[in-house]
């Protein structure tokens, strides 16, 4: 599986940006989709997920700004971000998980930086 992801770029504060990611490859494997980001000085964390069903998960600090969709027919993942917070800026990684029954294999988009000034 290969993703990659577009749509970063710097925004002031209150404004909205779009992030999307494409799959490719082994992409009929793919059990979820989602968003991770990376602050500087700081771990990386989920920031919302999308099962192929589409139920999502989203990080508290995101819930009623930001909405994670899915386009199975086109392998497409996106993150509408709205009311940006400069708490929002960070490397933003697009994720594909594929299960099996003893495994989980994640793979990483090469991520797309999101600046928000205040």
């Known amino acids: 599986v290969q993703l990659q992801a577009f749509g970063g770029g710097l925004v002031q504060a209150g404004g909205s940006l779009r992030l999307s990611c494409a799959a490719s490859?082994?992409?009929?494997?793919?059990?979820?989709m989602g968003w991770y980001r990376q602050a500087p000085g700081k771990g990386r964390e989920l920031v919302a997920s999308i099962t192929i069903s589409g139920t999502t998960d989203y990080a508290n600090s995101v819930k009623g700004r930001f909405a994670i969709s899915r386009d199975n027919a086109k392998n497409t993942v996106f993150l509408q971000m709205n009311s940006l917070e400069p708490e929002d800026t960070a490397v933003y990684y697009c994720?594909?998980?594929?299960?099996?029954?003893?495994?989980?294999?994640?793979?990483w988009g090469q991520g797309t930086l999101v600046t928000v000034s205040s």
């Open positions: 490859g082994s992409t009929s494997s793919i059990n979820i």
């Open positions: 994720n594909a998980a594929v299960y099996s029954p003893r495994t989980r294999d994640n793979y």
